[in-house]
């Protein structure tokens, strides 16, 4: 069975603080891995990662995918409150139909 | 419109009622997925579109849930006698052609179950 899990559940850090969110995945033929910001309702999207090592930059967000372990993980720098939100990833299985998401991580900025 | 729509934004129910949920892709996207999110965990799937035929319902709980997609856009979720089990926050994307294409979220409709 396909198993997605992401750590920590939960997280409360100050504005300025760097955090890493770490997802791991067990899935039978992995093409690529989604990330998404979900603040209210819709999840967003953020990153897609398909090669291993070679890191996705989006001003303060970046992902890096590693294959060979099996997990990817999502760093944020010099947080804002704005950030937070439950980040959410979700591995793209070849030949499926559907994507299987993590149960998220709830990130937390404080002023 | 730019991005996919749900409507209701809200639907609060009583348990045995039968309710519908509709979803508005991005115009152009041929795959239409339904999804539903528990408090505390990642949405789950439901149901996979590919035009106008679900190419895979696999992930429906059971014969009270169906869905439609009568003409390869817009699309119904309907539940009938529904349960309090029920609810939970029911999101639909869309993706150009099918699931390895990255899927843009609607706002989501909140089913709510008394």
């Known amino acids: 069975e396909d198993k997605v899990v992401q750590s920590p559940l939960s997280l409360v850090v100050h504005e300025g603080d760097t955090v890493t969110l770490n997802c791991s995945y067990e899935v039978t033929n992995f093409r690529s891995l989604l990330w998404y910001k979900q603040e209210k309702k819709a999840p967003t999207f953020l990153f897609m990662l398909?090669?291993?090592?070679i890191e996705k930059k989006s001003g303060r967000l970046s992902s890096i995918l590693d294959k060979k372990e099996l997990f990817s993980i999502l760093n944020i720098t010099a947080t804002q409150t704005g950030d937070s939100a439950i980040y959410l990833c979700a591995p793209v299985i070849q030949g499926a139909q559907k994507l299987v998401f993590g149960q998220g991580t709830r990130l937390t900025i404080n002023p | 419109g730019a991005g996919v729509s749900q409507t209701p934004s809200n639907k609060v129910t009583e348990k045995g009622k039968y309710v519908e949920l509709r979803c508005d892709p991005i115009?152009?996207?041929?795959?239409l997925y339904w999804y539903r999110q528990s408090l505390g965990q990642g949405p789950e799937f439901l149901i996979y579109f590919q035009g106008t035929g679900a190419a895979d319902d696999s992930g429906l709980p059971n014969d009270r849930f169906f869905a439609v997609r009568p003409e390869g856009s817009v699309s119904t979720l309907k539940i009938q006698r529904t349960e309090r089990g029920d609810s939970a926050v029911y999101l639909c994307?869309?993706?150009?052609?099918?699931?390895?294409?990255?899927?843009?979220f609607g706002p989501g409709t909140r089913l709510t179950v008394l």
């Open positions: 994307a869309s993706s150009p052609r099918g699931p390895t294409d990255t899927q843009y």
């Open positions: 115009s152009g996207h041929t795959a």
């Open positions: 398909t090669s291993s090592g």
